[in-house]
């Protein structure tokens, strides 16, 4: 009986643990507010060791800082060098050299007295270095085919004699 109260308790605070973030008192919300609680949300919720920071993101010209409908945010974050145990601003965490960027729609939605706010990020391709081919021989050797299929077979003879 003791157990099923400890799994009931751990329920209940997962469950506090994934609801919206408030929205206590402001009737506006700016996109630079939105963008802060959309990564506060974002570090708060998901299972990773780093915490992850506003990279870039592309103003809305049609924002509504009242919430009247439901708004959109496009943004990419980047992985930090502080981890989520840390606690810190993730404004004062310096980006990782080769930390994953991902790309973001976070949809923000006034429910009254507070506010709903859902991210949605992929992982970004990696715009790196690509890698050298390998096999040359083998790259020269088609090559060397396509060619003679295009051209038309010639003969030649080449006659060389030589006196002693």
Known sequence: MGSIRVVVLLLLLGLKCTEPASF???THLSQ???LDIAIQVYNNERKEEYNFRVLSAQ???DWDPTL???QSLIFTIKETECKVVENLNTEQCPF????QVKNCRGLFTDEG???SVENICELQESTGPMRARRGLRKFFKKV???IKKLL????????WSRRF
Do not use: C, R, V, W
């Open 24 to 26: 206590t008192g402001n």
């Open 32 to 34: 630079t507010q939105a």
């Open 59 to 61: 103003p809305q010209k």
């Open 68 to 70: 009247s409908k439901p």
């Open 96 to 99: 990782k050299d080769n930390g």
């Open 113 to 115: 007295k507070s506010l």
């Open 144 to 146: 060397k085919e396509k």
């Open 152 to 159: 038309p077979k010639m003969s030649f003879m080449i006659h």
